[in-house]
């Protein structure tokens, strides 16, 4: 059974910091892509960022230079350091395994409130 369970998130403030993290089990790890997608109250989920398995990275433009997604294949685990929060980072953040030729797997996602 495949599961993906995100941590890490909550209420913070405009500027502030906050670094998620997800573990997977039932997968081979070290073959899928990581990403992590959001989704605020009323708008499409989008992507965020994601991470090869040779660890390329890609960034939505909205999480350059504030975002930074990693992973380690050891602990099955991918993260994301948020710096610089917005208002407008307020969503659920989900997890997402995906390789070539299997359905996406999906996280149960974290909230995230960047509020003063």
């Known amino acids: 059974q495949v599961q993906l369970v995100e941590s890490g998130g909550g209420l913070v403030q405009p500027g502030g910091s906050l670094r998620l993290a997800c573990t997977a089990s039932g997968i081979i790890f070290s073959r899928y892509r990581m990403g992590w997608y959001r989704q605020a109250p009323g708008k499409q989920r989008e992507l965020v960022a994601h991470?090869?398995?040779?660890?390329?990275?890609n960034y939505a433009d909205s999480a350059k230079g504030r975002f930074t997604i990693s992973r380690d294949n050891v602990w099955s685990a991918v993260y994301l350091q948020m710096n610089s929060l917005k208002p407008e980072d307020t969503a659920v953040y989900f997890c997402?395994?995906?390789?070539?030729?299997?359905?996406?797997?999906w996280g149960q996602g974290t909230q995230v409130t960047v509020s003063s």
């Open positions: 991470i090869t398995n040779d660890y390329s990275t």
């Open positions: 997402n395994a995906n390789a070539y030729g299997v359905p996406d797997y």
